[in-house]
């Protein structure tokens, strides 16, 4: 379903590890590029425990920092998974933007992507301008595999389907 992600290893095992950090506001084309070579510099010298991790990142739809941990060559570990925080903290600070808002539900609107916080989701289902069919960004896919996927799907079938009304 997922068409963006056409960069994404083919050599990564499908269970290699991910995370999904999403920014408050579309990035430029400019930024875009800029972070996706920062993101480069950083996978090349990610490590845990002294170990080089086999690591991957990218940019999509403008809006997300996706990284990704081959755990069949290297886990990473605590430390390494805080030196990612750390790069994604410095992200923030360079470019102005936040990553770490995990209440923000990002779904598609016709066409564009635009995010709604969670505690507005219940009204917007109720007004209709969310359905249990719109498409959203779901973040708490844990591998490639499931970022392929399933990572866009719809709402009544993402971790905020708790939300639609009973049938």
Known sequence: MNTDLKSIPADFSPDSAVWIY???RPLTERETRMIRELIRQFTIRWTAHNVDLKAWGD???QRFIVLAVDNSVAPASGCSIDKSVHFLKELEAH???????RLLLP???EGAITGIHKSEIKAALDEGALSGETLVFDHTVRSL???KETWI???KDSWARYLLPAR
């Open 59 to 61: 940019v999509f739809y």
């Open 153 to 155: 799907r719809p709402l």
């Open 22 to 24: 999403q920014s408050d």
């Open 107 to 109: 779904y598609f609107n």
């Open 145 to 147: 595999q499931e970022l």
């Open 95 to 101: 470019f102005g933007i936040h990553l770490f808002d």
